[in-house]
């Protein structure tokens, strides 16, 4: 299952964290705004509907005539509509919206005597009612007041809050991304160390400076890991050369004594003979292993130098593949070049690339029926030297163990056929990562196993 990056997991949480608490301020401000400013408004209209209530009865006891006058001026000042009924005669001109703004429920009251204020939702538009009873002249004065202005400021408002609100979010996505490079930074750090490490570059290690006490405690942690590691490693490296350089002399004088034998081997019975074959066929196999370990542990700890030269890659082929053949006795592969290889050039260490071939081909004689053939040809920026055997090609689970030390496939376990070390194609992996180059085992178009050396490409040595 994939999995998203801790960098992105954090960096949601961040603006989704700060959207949440910048939404969830902006609506309780909104609200509480809200509520102050409609309360405020309604105060006032409270107020200034009594003093208007007021002006209305001064008017009805002293000029009646002109009440209508009076009412136009309230409504222009306060800008609001007001409505008078007086011994149940409506006597403004807004006696219109008596039925539309002012409720039956609100006239009952107020001709009870009671003063009434009343908020209405009228279709999306807020009204204040307020009516004040007058009894001294039997007299009820409705206003209606609309809020529409203040509507507005609440809309402008929560816009505003809306924009602030977006705003926080990306400040805060901005400090999360921040926040998320500063932590997750000494992670990925730590990560391409590791796979330095599993590279093989021993010498890695991690530089922090200024660093948070927890980062500085891991990056302390894992150069402490890595020194042991390296300890180990040399520790075994030195053991195996020591074994391996140990051994070289008792086997050396085995090998001599064996090959005295062969030359009095007439002289021998055939019992003797048979075990005479099987002592040589051993020694080869434990010399070869001692050759192995020794190759090996000295790689592992660096005392084999490596000299990169830039060569032409179809000379230092044919001449790898005649040294391999000659040291095995064994026929001459053929080297294939495709047509547009032309005269590519590669940079190596000609001692291990000999080395590599040599295996590679000491594998095929082994195990698959000798080498078919040597093909090279380009893939993209590379040249890839294909050996391919007349084997029956290797199980595709086995494709990568193959390069593990001492892993032995199918055929190796067959001792009918051959015998080996299960060290020669760690060997080759190692020394073609060296030289900065891959090997893959793929299927061959001959229907058994290939080897395939991919190198980089270089200019040649006078360009």
């Keep these: 299952m994939h999995r998203r990056s801790l960098r992105l997991r954090l960096l949601v949480t961040f603006g989704l964290g700060a959207l949440i608490l910048s939404s969830l301020f902006a609506s309780l401000t909104y609200f509480g705004v809200k509520h102050v400013l409609v309360n405020d408004q309604q105060q006032t209209d409270l107020h200034q509907s009594y003093a208007n209530a007021a002006l209305i009865r001064y008017t009805l006891y002293t000029s009646p005539g002109e009440l209508v006058s009076i009412l136009n001026s309230i409504e222009k000042a306060s800008d609001s509509n007001v409505l008078v009924r007086t011994h149940h005669q409506w006597l403004s001109k807004s006696s219109g919206a008596a039925t539309k703004d002012v409720s039956s429920t609100v006239i009952n009251l107020v001709n009870n005597g009671k003063a009434v204020q009343q908020t209405v939702n009228n279709g999306g538009e807020i009204i204040f009612v307020v009516g004040v009873p007058i009894p001294a002249v039997e007299t009820q ?10 509507e507005h400021t609440l809309q402008v408002l929560l816009q505003v809050m809306g924009a602030g609100a977006l705003l926080t979010s990306l400040i805060g996505m901005g400090g999360g991304l921040w926040v998320t490079r500063r932590t997750v930074r000494p992670l990925e750090n730590v990560s391409a160390a590791a796979a330095l490490i599993a590279q093989g570059e021993l010498t890695t290690r991690l530089v922090v400076s200024q660093a948070d006490r927890e980062v500085q405690q891991l990056t302390e942690s894992f150069n402490a890991m890595v020194s042991q590691l390296v300890e180990r490693v040399e520790r075994d490296a030195r053991f195996a050369s020591d074994v391996s350089h140990e051994l070289r002399s008792p086997l050396t004088t085995l090998a001599t004594t064996a090959a005295v034998l062969q030359q009095h081997r007439d002289e021998l019975s055939p019992a003797a003979q048979e075990s005479l074959d099987l002592l040589s066929a051993d020694l080869s196999i434990f010399q070869s292993l001692v050759e192995d370990l020794l190759e090996m542990a000295r790689s592992d700890a660096g005392a084999t130098p490596l000299v990169i030269e830039t060569v032409p890659a179809l000379e230092l082929i044919r001449q790898s593949a005649r040294s391999a053949s000659q040291r095995h006795d064994l026929s001459v592969p053929i080297v294939e070049v495709a047509p547009d290889v032309g005269t590519p050039f590669v940079s190596v260490d000609r001692r291990r690339f000999e080395r590599v071939m ?12 000798n080498v078919v053939a040597i093909r090279v040809e380009l893939i993209d920026q590379d040249l890839a030297v294909n050996v391919d055997d007349a084997g029956p090609g290797v199980a595709l689970e086995e494709q990568e163990q193959i390069f593990q030390r001492f892993f032995r496939g199918r055929a190796a376990h067959d001792r009918g056929i051959a015998r080996g070390t299960g060290l020669g194609l760690a060997l080759v992996r190692d020394h073609v990562r060296a030289f900065g180059g891959t090997i893959n085992v793929l299927d061959s178009p001959d229907g058994g196993a290939r080897f395939q050396i991919l190198l980089p490409l270089h200019e040649g040595a006078d360009g």
């Excluded at 004065?141 to 203040?150: C, G, T």
Aim: zero cysteines.
């Design 358 to 369: 040599t295996n590679l081909i000491d594998n095929a004689h082994r195990y698959a029926g």
């Design 141 to 150: 004065v409705f206003e209606v007041f609309r809020l529409a202005p203040l």
